[in-house]
């Protein structure tokens, strides 16, 4: 199983990006599919997650309403759009999966078993 996130890079506070997470071995709609990230001197940080099967979608209270995600199976791949960026949303964004995660653990990074290298997202004020 390989997961590839791509799509970062430097925009200006209250601008957009959209992150991208293909996958090769794992069919994305068959799991559950997590967006995490990571800034220098933190630990890594839930920020939205999609369950499997067309399942319901979860956000961290600090994307909540700027950041969606969302799934194509046809492509398998899975997106993070991120609208109103903030300077503190500066940090590297990473993919991950697994093959399904109860809904009361899916902000633990730990049940992923599969991850994507990060993408660099920088916002400057």
């Known amino acids: 199983v390989q997961l590839q996130a791509y799509g970062g890079g430097l925009v200006q506070s209250g601008g957009s990006l959209r992150l991208s997470c293909a996958a090769s071995?794992?069919?994305?709609?068959?799991?559950?599919i997590g967006w995490y990230r990571q800034a220098p001197g933190k630990e890594r940080e839930f920020v939205a997650a999609i369950r499997q099967n067309g399942g319901s979608s979860f956000s961290a209270d600090s994307v909540k309403g700027r950041f969606t995600i969302s799934r194509d199976n046809a492509k398998n791949m899975v997106f993070l759009q991120m609208n109103s960026l903030k300077p503190e949303d500066t940090a590297a964004y990473y993919c991950?999966?697994?093959?399904?995660?109860?809904?009361?653990?899916?902000?633990?990074?730990?049940?992923?078993?599969?991850w994507g290298q990060g993408t660099q997202v920088t916002v400057s004020s």
């Open positions: 991950a999966a697994d093959q399904g995660i109860i809904q009361s653990s899916i902000r633990n990074p730990l049940q992923y078993d599969y």
């Open positions: 071995g794992f069919v994305l709609d068959y799991g559950t």
